[in-house]
């Protein structure tokens, strides 16, 4: 089955400095890599996700790399916020699979105003 | 409230008692996914539906755990002869039909199982 590794584990910044976070995955078959935002007690919340026909996508201060070659794929934060501080999962699915998500082992970030 | 409700929010059982969780996704949503969520660790997928039929179990759900999406709405989870193992967030979300293009899934609240 997939297997997704994320890296780092944890990950502190400075205020308005840039976080990056990447994933690496092993089915090459996958075909939908979302990113999720997890606050303490709190659902993941989607916050960007990526499909393989796309190389880049962005959201106001949220990127997403995807390199299907190398399979890994990475989330860009730019002018990082206190309120980013979270911890962030990556995620992959393919529809052969019903889209079920295998999701990485989770980056917790800590912006430092 | 448009998003997907869980209840309970928490749950807190003797080891060897049954609970019951139920989801109830998003209106119009026809697949709806469980996970389970240990503390420090990413969602592990359980099962997951498409209208009313189980299309895949996952190795970790073992026989003390069934799940049901009777008319094609919410789903309900059930574990038997609890253990102490079980204790985790169950996590519930529900996606649009894919055969529109639609892949996103919204996650619920959770229910925080806790077994002593």
């Known amino acids: 089955g997939e297997n997704v590794e994320q890296h780092p584990s944890t990950l502190s910044v400075q205020e308005g400095d840039s976080a990056v976070i990447k994933c690496t995955y092993s089915?090459?078959?996958?075909?939908?890599f979302p990113w999720y935002k997890q606050e303490l007690g709190k659902r993941p919340q989607l916050i960007i996700d990526?499909?393989?026909?796309?190389g880049e996508k962005k959201d106001q201060r949220i990127a997403v790399t995807l390199n299907k070659t190398a399979k890994h794929f990475s989330l860009h934060i730019t002018e990082t916020q206190p309120e980013d501080s979270a911890v962030y999962f990556c995620a992959a699915s393919k529809r052969a699979a019903g889209n079920k998500l295998t999701f990485g082992g989770g980056t917790r970030v800590l912006v430092k105003p | 409230d448009t998003g997907v409700s869980q209840n309970p929010r928490h749950k807190i059982t003797k080891r060897g008692q049954n609970v019951t969780f139920r989801c109830d996704p998003i209106s119009e949503h026809n697949r709806l996914y469980w996970y389970r969520q240990t503390l420090g660790q990413g969602p592990e997928f359980l099962t997951y539906f498409q209208n009313e039929a189980q299309l895949e179990k996952s190795r970790l759900l073992s026989d003390r755990f069934s799940a049901e999406r009777p008319k094609g709405s919410f789903s309900t989870l059930e574990i038997q002869r609890t253990e102490q193992g079980d204790s985790a967030m169950y996590l519930c979300?529900?996606?649009?039909?894919?055969?529109?293009?639609?892949?996103?899934?919204?996650f619920g609240p959770g229910t925080r199982l806790t077994v002593t």
């Open positions: 089915d090459s078959a996958s075909n939908y």
């Open positions: 990526i499909r393989s026909n796309v």
């Open positions: 979300a529900s996606s649009a039909d894919i055969r529109v293009g639609s892949y996103e899934q919204y």
